[in-house]
């Protein structure tokens, strides 16, 4: 049959549909695997720039269009074509596919441009949706005995002031009482009705959230990095829990010092490490900011775990003495050339610490994509510990 | 203009074709909106089945769009009656020329023999048959799941091109055993040597041997693979097979691009000289919209470092009638593919007259070389080669199951390109279930075997 745009035909709406959307259908379907292998780099899609606290809540993440893979063979070095246009034998010109630029003589191009999305994705979204897709516990906020109160409302009273009267409620009295024989018409102060308050103990939803983070000579720029990341999904996690949730940033090497989060990231400090002194600038600040019973106290130490010997002791005695105030405590080993398993002297530390019954847990990251199981392993440590506790 | 007054145009242009020595079945036109020309210039048939590399496709076809480097105006499927599809927003002039266009195309896959062989094999119905395969995988999506279906055709798809049209579409499987060794001529020098050993004349029941699997490195993949995979469920292969049929049928249209665009870009010119009934308007336009098509891709900067198939087809044709007559392209258009069509016909004169180059692309800089026919020839054709892919080939199953293939290097020239045969490979042994290894050679030559997993 033959037809054209000029004549009427009768479309089936339907048919039409089906044939239009499938083009972008698999469009659509494409999109949904860049995005599943974003989800899966994110890790290393995050390392980069200083994302905890900043105020930018979204992340924009250049993807290449993917390729659908077919044996080929290797690019030559040198390569053959047929070509169309005066020229002699000889002739010599720049190859436009290589420069890029189309000169206004030059030859006309061989290959298509690569085409580049740019995916912006919240960093809200980024991290409901990973803790759905990789099952991460969510955390209990534990409810300490609290001194935080909060009025609330609570029943009702003949007397009160003027500002919460309970208008309706007044009225129902009004009614009530005018049902008997021989009632007075109008209000009196019998009918009136205030409405209550009274303080009610609130659980303690704050959340102090300490990153503390061996910058010794050590430790290497990868490290860091590596500890930065794993910091990031970290305090992701506890934010979806708390409304109020402070980051606290100590640094130390043979000496400990607090600094704000960009600071924090490009700090390089040198010499040994005395993990000591991070604990009592923890304890430090714990004690001057912080009051245990009404604030979940976190603390998350990163480090290569080569603590000075001479300092055991004394390390011992401040991790034991945040680990009694703290929620929870969690080591992670970042030692991107060996993987030591935690065989280490700060790793035997906290070892002891969760063998003696406190809330702790430890974890060897080597590698940016062990981050995400850094972070299961914390959360469901974490989410252990606050069933037991 | 109006239905009727086309109309009246397509009969008088079939008549005239067909006066003119063209052959060809009914062919329905119908008329669709550009999004769906696109459509069909994305998947190579009007419905195909769903893969994420079509989206891929799509989106460059989108952008090709956007930036007016193409446009389409006709999509022809051979078939009994054949279906052409024209683009709504085509005006008359156009659309007489993509009349006469389709017609030309609509002789060329009925006479030419390769068309014939394949069609012979895939039916003239592959429209309603790809139509039905998105169905089936359609429905398989329902039944196993987007993921498990996806992994099926990401593995099928990505060995589209390694069929063997040289074998039956609907092929069986290798004998079970090996052929009994021929019976030793009883001649007498036979004779003298048994009454020498008796023992080494004296055949005994002769067991029967097995033959290995494949018998001979094997390049139909897709074939293969459907038929020796060791766990692949029926509905896997069903979908390898599905993918293998439409390749049967994309196969003739990949070999003879150069010719049948060519025909038909020679016959849309022709039937419009000789329609006397077009008026002269028309005409005119019709004729300019023609000089778009077959124009050269140096027109705008001079040198081009590719070649229209379109133009080059043209030329051949013109060239051949010319000089050898009506029934001698009449005999051509039915006998070749592109490979016979380039060397037989791509004569020196016309490759100077159309200023074709060879050219060598070394380290960013394009150098210019001596004129040499065969070479060009080959230049040309190269990329035509076993359906454009590398030729990659099964060449023994493992006892255990592992499968190995091999490339043929020294055919093709070069080793593979090593990332995306690992992916390929990857793809290709989560359905074989099984080890999967390949052996090319690396950048120095050197033999090198990749594996999955």
């Known amino acids: 049959m033959s037809t054209h745009t000029d004549s009427h035909q009768p479309l089936d709406p339907a048919k039409w549909y089906d044939l239009f959307s499938r083009g972008a259908r698999d469009w659509l379907r494409h999109d949904e695997k860049v995005r599943d292998s974003v989800r899966r780099h994110l890790p290393q899609i995050v390392a980069g720039g200083d994302l905890i606290t900043g105020g930018a809540r979204t992340v924009r993440v250049p993807m290449k269009m993917l390729e659908h893979y077919h044996f080929r063979l290797r690019k030559a070095e040198e390569s053959q074509g047929a070509g169309q246009g005066k020229v002699k034998p000889g002739d010599v010109f720049a190859d436009p596919s290589q420069t890029g630029g189309s000169g206004e003589k030059g030859p006309g191009g061989r290959e298509e441009g690569e085409v580049q999305l740019l995916l912006e994705l919240k960093i809200d979204d980024i991290v409901d949706w990973l803790w759905e897709e990789m099952q991460l516990p969510n955390l209990k906020a534990r409810v300490g005995p609290s001194e935080e109160t909060e009025w609330v409302r609570e029943g009702w009273d003949r007397r009160g002031a003027r500002s919460r009267l309970d208008r309706r409620r007044s009225f129902k009295e009004l009614v009530k009482r005018r049902g008997a024989p021989g009632a007075i018409p109008t209000f009196t102060d019998e009918d009136l009705r205030f409405r209550q308050l009274a303080r009610r103990r609130q659980p303690a939803v704050r959340a102090a959230v300490f990153f503390l983070l061996d910058v010794s000579g050590s430790m290497s ?169 | 203009m109006s239905e009727a007054v086309w109309q009246d145009y397509v009969e008088r242009i079939e008549a005239l074709a067909a006066r003119s020595g063209l052959s060809f079945h009914p062919v329905e036109f119908e008329a669709v909106p550009d999004s769906f020309m696109m459509e069909i210039a994305v998947y190579g048939l009007p419905v195909r089945m769903p893969h994420w590399s079509f989206g891929v496709r799509y989106i460059y076809q989108l952008i090709q769009r956007h930036m007016g480097h193409s446009r389409l105006f006709e999509v022809v499927f051979p078939g009994n009656p054949g279906h052409a599809y024209l683009a709504s927003g085509n005006g008359l002039a156009e659309n007489v020329l993509v009349t006469a266009h389709v017609l030309g195309h609509a002789d060329f896959s009925r006479n030419n023999m390769l068309f014939q062989r394949c069609q012979a094999q895939v039916s003239e119905h592959i429209v309603e048959h790809a139509a039905n395969h998105a169905r089936q995988i359609q429905q398989a999506i329902e039944t196993h799941g987007l993921q498990r279906v996806e992994a099926v055709l990401d593995a099928a798809l990505a060995l589209e091109q390694h069929i063997d049209i040289d074998q ?164 051509i258009r039915a006998q070749d593919d592109d490979f016979a069509f380039v060397r037989n016909h791509l004569t020196r004169e016309l490759a100077d007259e159309l200023e074709l180059f060879r050219y060598s692309a070394r380290d960013g800089q394009i150098r210019v070389l001596e004129p040499d026919l065969a070479a060009l020839h080959e230049v040309i054709l190269a990329p035509k080669y076993n359906f454009g892919a590398p030729t990659v080939m099964a060449q023994h199953v493992r006892a255990d199951g592992t499968l190995e293939l091999v490339h043929d290097h020294s055919l093709d020239g070069r080793g593979l390109d090593l990332e995306r045969s690992r992916k390929v490979l990857d793809y290709l042994q989560r359905l074989w279930r099984r080890p999967v290894l390949l052996t090319t050679v690396n950048q120095a030559g050197l033999v090198l075997e990749l594996s999955a997993p």
């Open chain 1, 221 to 389: 720029d990868r490290d860091r990095k590596l500890a930065k990341t794993f910091f990031f999904w970290t305090v992701q996690g506890l934010r979806r829990e708390y409304r109020s949730l402070e980051t606290l940033f100590v640094a130390h090497t043979t000496e400990a010092w607090e600094f704000s989060e960009p600071e924090f990231f490009q700090v390089s400090g040198s010499g040994g490490t005395v993990a000591s002194t991070g604990f009592a600038k923890v304890n430090e600040i714990i004690h001057e900011r912080y009051n245990p019973a009404t604030c979940n106290v976190y603390l998350f130490y990163a480090s290569d775990g080569d603590n000075s010997m001479s300092d055991s002791a004394e390390a011992r005695e401040g991790l034991a003495a945040i680990a009694a105030d703290a929620c929870f405590t969690g080591y992670v080993e970042v030692s991107s050339g060996l993987s030591r398993q935690l065989d280490t002297e700060t790793g035997r530390l906290f070892a002891e610490l969760g063998a003696a019954g406190g809330a702790t847990g430890s974890y060897a990251l080597n590698d940016f994509e062990d981050v995400w199981s850094a972070v299961r392993h914390f959360f469901s440590a974490e989410s252990r510990a606050a069933e037991g506790a």
């Open chain 2, 168 to 331: 039956s579409l609907r092929r069986s499987r290798y004998p079970e055993f090996a052929e009994p060794a021929k019976a030793l001529a009883d001649d007498k020098f036979r004779k003298r040597f048994a009454a020498l050993e008796p023992r080494a004349g004296a055949a005994g029941p002769e067991a029967k041997k097995r033959a290995p699997v494949p018998p001979h490195p094997e390049r139909d993949l897709l074939w293969f693979v459907a038929q020796y995979a060791p766990e692949m469920e029926s509905w896997e292969r069903d979908i390898f097979l599905a993918v293998r049929e439409e390749s049967f049928y994309f196969y003739p249209v990949f070999a003879t691009q150069i010719m049948n665009e060519g025909w038909a870009s020679y016959w849309h010119a022709r039937l419009l000289r000789e329609a006397d009934f077009i008026p002269q308007q028309a005409y005119v336009d019709a004729i300019k919209c023609h000089s778009d098509v077959v124009r050269p891709v140096a027109a705008d900067s001079q040198v081009a470092l590719g070649l229209n198939p379109y133009h080059l087809g043209f030329s051949m044709w013109e060239k051949i009638v010319e000089a050898q007559g009506l029934e001698a392209a009449l005999a």
